[in-house]
């Protein structure tokens, strides 16, 4: 059973698990392979979102999210797209920008 609803509709969840106060923040959303006018554009584009944005290089970002003890992984899939930010709890504020 989905905690609240974002303001567009997609359910928010809380699972808890371990010890560690940390947070997992996950955006799934339907795109990949299967959506995909070119082969692998999806992947294509994942990457790109650690390789840096209009605000940081990848460098920055990468020393921005070690800084955090923050933890982005992207998962290009044939149905949904993931990309997951994982941080201490504490710092969730500060690692969503």
Do not use: C, W
């Not at 940081?56 to 970002?61: C, N, P, Q, R, T």
Request: proline share 5%.
């Amino acid at each position: 059973m989905a905690l609240a609803h974002l303001g567009n509709g997609p359910p928010v969840h809380l699972i808890r698990f371990g010890a560690q106060p940390v947070s997992e923040v996950q955006l799934v959303y339907r795109a990949g392979h299967s959506h995909e006018a070119k082969s692998a554009l999806d992947g294509l584009v994942l990457k790109m979102l650690t390789e840096g944005t209009a605000r940081y290089d990848a460098l920055a970002l990468a020393q921005a999210l070690d800084g955090l003890g923050a933890f982005v992984q992207t998962q290009p899939g044939y149905a949904v797209s993931t990309i997951s930010l994982s941080v201490l709890t504490r710092r969730v504020a500060a690692a969503l920008p």
